[in-house]
């Protein structure tokens, strides 16, 4: 995945350089050398690459030092500083304002994920409180209708459209006035997608934001096609004034630079990122958390608005009991399912500040296949086992493998997983200090 390549790239960055006695000049210069490759390879524009390499060279090492701060950490500050002051300082707010109708029309190339997108964002808001609908102006792709519900009637939002429409801009005006009169919060409007060269197509897209006169015009960006974002985001933003951006397909392109920088076109500031297929891949954007998760610094803000949104609640005494690594089994069994809303473990792992950097790659690969093995071979353990594996001989072991379906290798493989996050659930304990400790350090985190 793009953002993964560029982010083991950078934290192996960062560990090199955090692991010198000494960092002098050549050290810094050996970082930014470094930073140029891996965001070149992710096609970030040319010029922004040296822009950026010139003033963390400069900062690095001309700047006095602040009190109490080593070189290398005044180091890992300026590159941390340069990156989010290249995507954009300030978080990102979401675009629409509550008590009041908001009408945020989509536009975007063919293909570029807006139907899709259009469903994540309003499945956003509606978690948020806010009253959302949805109105399919695309009249040409055939199925373009029935798709926008059927990925909508998942979500529990509701779509206008016409099946037989041939006029966009009527269906368009007609779907947001019946919202509206319904009392709608946020009415997003899918529109067809199109070409900077469609001429046709953008004057349809001009009388469409003439007609409905939405709120805010945002423009969804493929991440897989480079720095060809930057014509197309020109083109869009000359035809109607481009107010926000969404990045999607950040998941598995090496171009992903390319769509980031490229939205200095037009001024206008990224939003959202769909980091997925599914509806729930979206999050707001913002630099500093985004930045933080590249060079393996965690994103507690957004890990526990993770756990709120899956509403998963962790008593005390059990929090108390993982944090001292007595955990069995059981515990495990009952919070996959649990952790599986929340997304890959690895990633959240990664999220945690200061694990970051030391999260393996065979720790992140926990994949969906491996927790259902785990399940599997839970399911078909003694309770005995499940409070105590280690009882788990070789005999045992064949027959949980023969009860679950899974292979031997799987079962030891579930043991010594256990064992590793008994192990790691100590390193937190060390590194927090007392529930308490670690409460009160998450939220600090958090509100910084």
Excluded at 323 to 332: M, P, Q, R
């Amino acid at each position: 995945m793009v953002l993964e390549r560029l982010s083991a790239t950078l934290q192996d960055s960062v560990k090199k350089l955090l692991r010198l006695s000494i960092v002098d000049e050549k050290a810094v210069k050996e970082l930014v050398r470094d930073l140029q490759r891996a965001l070149l390879q992710s096609d970030v524009n040319v010029e922004l690459v040296f822009e950026i390499s010139r003033r963390i060279e400069d900062r690095a090492l001309q700047e006095e030092l602040p009190p109490g701060i080593s070189r290398k950490e005044h180091v890992v500050k300026v590159l941390y500083d340069e990156l989010t002051r290249f995507l954009g300082e300030k978080p990102s707010r979401i675009p629409v304002e509550a008590g009041k109708t908001n009408v945020l029309m989509l536009v975007g190339i063919q293909g570029s994920g807006k139907t899709t997108s259009a469903v994540k964002i309003a499945r956003f808001l509606k978690k948020r409180g806010i009253k959302s609908a949805l109105v399919c102006a695309d009249t040409y792709r055939p199925g373009a209708l029935a798709q926008l519900k059927q990925l909508a009637a998942a979500a529990g939002i509701p779509v206008y459209g016409e099946e037989d429409g041939r006029d966009p801009v009527s269906i368009a005006l007609r779907g947001v006035e019946n919202f509206r009169r319904e009392g709608y919060e946020a009415i997003l409007v899918d529109t067809a997608g199109r070409h900077k060269d469609e001429k046709s197509l953008i004057e349809e897209m001009k009388s469409i934001a003439e007609a409905v006169k939405p709120d805010q015009i945002m423009l969804v960006i493929d991440g897989t096609i480079g720095q060809q974002a930057r014509v197309q985001a020109q083109a869009f933003h000359e035809a109607t004034k481009v107010g926000s951006i969404m990045v999607v397909k950040l998941d598995g392109s090496a171009r992903g630079g390319g769509a980031l920088s490229a939205v200095a076109a037009t001024g206008a500031p990224i939003v959202f990122l769909g980091t997925g297929e599914k509806t729930e891949d979206i999050e707001l954007f913002e630099p500093a958390r985004f930045v933080g998760r590249l060079l393996g610094m965690g994103d507690i803000r957004g890990l526990l608005e993770k756990v709120k949104e899956a509403q998963i609640a962790i008593p005390d005494e059990k929090a108390k009991a993982f944090l001292s690594g007595k955990f069995t089994l059981t515990e495990i069994y009952g919070q996959i399912e649990s952790l599986r809303k929340l997304g890959p473990l690895g990633k959240l792992l990664k999220m945690l500040p200061g694990l970051g950097l030391e999260i393996t790659d065979s720790m992140a690969e926990l994949s969906e296949e491996k927790m259902k093995a785990w399940k599997a071979a839970i399911q078909s353990m003694t309770p005995e086992e499940r409070e105590n594996p280690r009882i788990l001989s070789a005999s045992r072991i064949r027959r949980v493998a023969r009860g679950s379906g899974r292979s031997e290798k799987e079962v030891k493989e579930l043991v010594q997983q256990f064992e590793l996050m008994r192990k790691m659930a100590k390193t937190l304990r060390r590194r927090y200090g007392p529930l308490k400790m670690f409460q009160k350090r998450m939220f600090r985190n958090l509100q910084s």
